[in-house]
């Protein structure tokens, strides 16, 4: 099979704080991972490209300095929210590609008070 | 990526056929179409993909039309179960970025 996991799967933080989310690839090794944001009942948004070894790429309107990324290994990329507002909570999902499929982590809620 | 169009919500009576389109007018000729869905507060689930020929694995199947601008996924026998979101996308392939429409809202109804 080909599981993705993120840890947490929920987090509650004060606004200002810094968060990381983790997104690994438990069986498979994955070169590019993507992450996705999706506010409740819309579809998901796409936020940027995380390559092993270099720099992710990020969408048109998404702040590199707010969200920052890191794609250290072949198993793990992570997301890291920084000052943290309530406008960032949302759910973030990461996928991990194989051969001609995404695979997809089972989300992240978070929430900023 | 082509942008893809869907009904924003369908309904299906339980253990009948679901027939999910989707329209890709603007898909280039090394696009592939892909069918995700979601369950709520859950990751997107793969379904199945195709670039021009029909397929079918244990989960659905894909009809694609000739002029490779629409698209099909049916479910053969829908369960209350199959109620999510579904999405489809046109990509170049799956380490490729997807950019997600609005999907649609399926309901299997009991």
């Known amino acids: 099979g080909a599981v993705v996991s993120q840890h947490p799967s929920r987090v509650i933080c004060k606004s200002g704080t810094s968060v990381k989310i983790e997104c690994r690839s438990l069986?498979?090794?994955?070169?590019?991972m993507f992450w996705y944001r999706q506010f409740p009942k819309k579809s998901l948004m796409l936020m940027a490209t995380?390559?092993?070894?270099?720099?992710?790429?990020?969408e048109q309107g998404v702040e590199k300095d707010k969200f920052l990324i890191n794609h250290a290994s072949l198993t793990l990329s992570t997301l890291t929210v920084t000052s943290a507002h309530p406008e960032d909570s949302s759910f973030y999902i990461c996928?991990?590609?194989?051969?001609?499929?995404?695979?997809f982590g089972p989300g992240t809620r978070l929430t900023v008070l | 990526d082509a942008k893809t169009t869907q009904p924003t919500s369908m309904d299906c009576a339980e253990g009948r056929a679901a027939n999910l389109p989707c329209n890709h007018s603007?898909?280039?000729?090394?696009?592939?179409v892909y069918w995700y869905r979601q369950i709520h507060s859950q990751g997107p689930q793969y379904i199945i993909h195709?670039?021009?020929n029909n397929e079918t694995n244990e989960m659905a199947s894909l009809i694609i039309t000739e002029d490779r601008k629409s698209s099909t996924l049916i479910l053969p026998h829908a369960t209350l179960r199959d109620t999510a979101v579904y999405y489809c996308?046109?990509?170049?392939?799956?380490?490729?970025?997807?950019?997600f429409g609005t999907g649609t809202r399926l309901k299997v109804l009991a």
């Open positions: 195709g670039l021009k």
């Open positions: 603007t898909i280039s000729g090394n696009e592939y």
């Open positions: 996928s991990a590609s194989k051969n001609n499929e995404q695979f």
């Open positions: 069986d498979f090794q994955a070169t590019t």
């Open positions: 996308i046109a990509t170049n392939t799956g380490t490729y970025k997807y950019i």
């Open positions: 995380s390559n092993e070894g270099s720099k992710a790429t990020y």
